[in-house]
């Protein structure tokens, strides 16, 4: 994945609780095989509607998706946190994530900034009366901040996790450099465990 | 302090701890399907790594497969395109596959556990949230996301952040009627679609412990409906007996060791729980969810709630706009409410047991005029098990539609879709906006009540069906 240090634009309040993965990313979209052009199933079913946030004009070219609380929730598909980067986002804001989504943003450079409701309201109150208001959000620091409205909030993310965004580093490269222990574990597992063939 | 079942799980997996990673943890099964695999294997191919186990991965088609007509091309182009990439990335990387029209051909959590695969005390993980299906064996199962599947791929282990443990204890006896599915929409009514995210939750109590492993499955099916980490139960004389002599179980002095190590597997009495729900299972009665969300649950027979009736602000607003997309009324009783179709089918409740649950409400009734109705096995096996047992038949003279195994209408990746604005039961996991198609309107219910609900046209139970 490419690095990320830190996220800095505008945001788009999409105010409403529990906008599930079907939601991001309606499942006929799934069945694709590609990895990229998820842009055009983001919340495909809300974007015919032209009140939908999204295709209000003052929020077009925005990098920060706000969400309400639960956002992500439901299916693994990894193709939600591709719709939304590929649309353009580089972070998304809630108070909960779905756990699998939140888990497939880190492995993608998707900055999953979970912070207190009483914040996100704030910010998305911030961003209804000024579309123009500028947001910044720092993986080192952990950090999200809107200056001009005096907000700023702290967010957790995993010492690990921040190395791979900070230094878009591969999973996959990082856990072979374990392969020594993973052979000795496997050496030692029981040999009645089953196999597939 | 002694430890939960979760936390012995998890330590028997660890293949490196510390140095400020999350542990790495062996994976003992890899469950794949079509949807969320062809980006990992092109993965593989662009990285040139090869899979470390592909006896410990194992391949079926499910999620796009038509139900009908199998025999016939897939007629989607698209679908066709992801399966035939399937079948071709398992053909390069040698995994067993399980493809449409194979008897042992189903939906992904229903295949494994009935081949023997899903033992307790493993670590299984599938690119499909409803993985947590395979807890019910006492087993650490989850879903994961595309990555993922390519990291178990290439490596066998994925790292893992520490969960938190969360107990959910089920007392008493359910009354006459209630189910499995009741039990788990009862809990979510409980706890809510947040409820249990960062935990691993076991579920116990003597309501649990009575459950057969077809009822355990649709409980922990459920589980990443909280959002739970994972969902499991202890195994005991139940798991024994449904596994012993499945084609992948232990055998002849496997099968003692086995049976001993199993046998450690389970909480220990003085450990401790970072969160506990407890649920009075005698109050379970049949439910069905009403909005949008699968928090969102009533029993059979009450009112549509309204707004008003949350204090949490985002539940209201949620409650608001669930009430517009299901076209409903405030207080509108559901036994008023009709219904357009009926699905009996989904990895929440497509196995043996339930579809003998629902054949047992049908036999000797008709669907209601006009309904349309589906019922699809989980799997090649049950459904040839359904028929020697005459189950087709009996859901056959009722008027229901019976079909080929697969996905099918849980969420419509195939041609078994809802139209805008119908209306169903189905016995299936979520009731999201446009799960089953778009605008389609979603009701979760246990098999038995998705039954009685064909038959009176209305949301029903058995016992309305006697009245």
């Known amino acids: 994945m490419d690095a990320v240090q830190v996220v800095q634009g505008r945001a788009v309040p999409l105010n409403r609780s529990d906008v599930d993965t079907d939601q991001i990313i309606p499942s006929d979209w799934l069945k694709r095989v590609e990895r990229t052009g998820f842009e055009k199933g983001l919340f495909s079913e809300w974007r015919d509607d032209t009140s939908f946030v999204l295709n209000q004009e003052e929020y077009i070219g925005a990098n920060i998706l706000l969400g309400g609380p639960n956002f992500g929730t439901g299916s693994s598909r990894e193709h939600a946190v591709w719709a939304i980067q590929q649309y353009g986002f580089a972070a998304v804001v809630s108070s909960r994530f779905g756990p699998i989504f939140k888990n497939n943003c880190t492995k993608n450079g998707l900055v999953p900034v979970e912070i207190d409701q009483e914040t996100v309201a704030a910010l998305m109150r911030a961003v209804e009366d000024d579309p123009d208001l500028e947001i910044t959000i720092d993986v080192a620091r952990r950090s999200i901040e809107a200056p001009a409205v005096d907000i700023s909030a702290h967010f957790e993310l995993s010492a690990s996790v921040i190395e791979r965004f900070l230094e878009g580093l591969d999973d996959i490269g990082i856990t072979m450099r374990s392969t020594d222990s993973i052979d000795s574990y496997e050496s030692n597992r029981p040999p009645w465990k089953p196999v597939t063939k | ?467």
């Open chain 2, 1 to 467: 302090m002694g430890k939960t079942l979760s936390q012995k799980v998890w330590e028997q997996h660890v293949v490196r701890t510390g140095g400020g990673q999350p542990d790495l943890l062996y994976i003992d099964l890899h469950l794949i399907h079509e949807v969320t695999s062809p980006q990992a294997f092109d993965g593989l191919r662009i990285t040139k790594r090869p899979v470390r186990r592909p006896d410990l991965t194992i391949s079926t088609e499910d999620h796009n497969i038509p139900t009908k007509d199998i025999h016939l091309p897939i007629e989607d182009p698209v679908s066709l395109k992801q399966v035939q990439t399937l079948r071709d990335n398992c053909k390069e990387f040698d995994i067993r596959l399980f493809s449409m029209g194979d008897p042992n051909n189903g939906i992904v959590h229903v295949v494994g556990p009935e081949l023997g695969l899903t033992q307790p005390g493993m670590t299984v993980v599938c690119g499909d949230s409803h993985t947590s299906t395979h807890g019910a064996f006492g087993a650490i199962a989850f879903g994961i996301g595309t990555s993922e599947v390519e990291h178990v791929l290439a490596t066998q282990t994925l790292p893992q952040p520490a969960q938190e443990t969360m107990s959910i204890t089920v007392n008493g006896e359910l009354p006459e009627g209630s189910t499995a599915k009741d039990v788990v929409l009862a809990i979510l009514g409980k706890v809510g679609t947040g409820g249990g995210i960062g935990a691993i939750a076991e579920f116990r109590g003597p309501v649990i412990e009575a459950l057969s492993m077809e009822g355990r499955m649709t409980v922990c099916n459920m589980a990443i409906e909280f959002g739970a980490k994972a969902g499991l139960i202890a195994p005991d004389q139940t798991t024994f007996d449904y596994l012993k002599g499945r084609p992948h179980a232990p055998a002849g002095d496997d099968w003692d060791t086995a049976v001993a190590a199993w046998t450690e597997l389970n909480t220990d009495d003085d450990a401790v729980f970072d969160r506990e729900v407890v649920l009075d299972g005698s109050t379970i009665k049949p439910h069905v969810s009403w909005g949008t969300n699968p928090g969102q649950v009533i029993e059979v027979g009450a009112q549509i709630p309204s707004p008003s009736d949350f204090a949490d602000p985002a539940d209201q607003d949620a409650a608001q706009r669930a009430l517009e997309y299901m076209g409903f009324e405030a207080g509108t009783p559901t036994n008023e409410i009709k219904v357009d179709t009926v699905f009996i089918g989904s990895c929440t409740n497509s196995r043996i047991e339930d579809l003998r649950a629902a054949a047992a409400v049908v036999k000797g009734h008709k669907v209601k005029d006009g309904m349309r109705t589906l019922v699809v096995p989980g799997s090649g096996l049950v459904k040839a098990q359904a028929i020697e047992e005459g189950l087709d038949q009996i859901f056959l003279e009722a008027g229901f539609d019976w079909r080929e195994p697969g996905c099918s209408m849980c969420l419509a990746m195939n041609p078994d879709k809802l139209a805008v604005g119908e209306r169903c039961a189905s016995t299936s996991n979520r009731n999201f906006e446009g799960r089953q198609g778009r605008g389609g309107r979603t009701h979760l219910v246990s098999p038995e009540v998705a039954a009685a609900t064909a038959i009176m046209g209305t949301f029903a139970t058995p016992a309305d069906l006697e009245a």
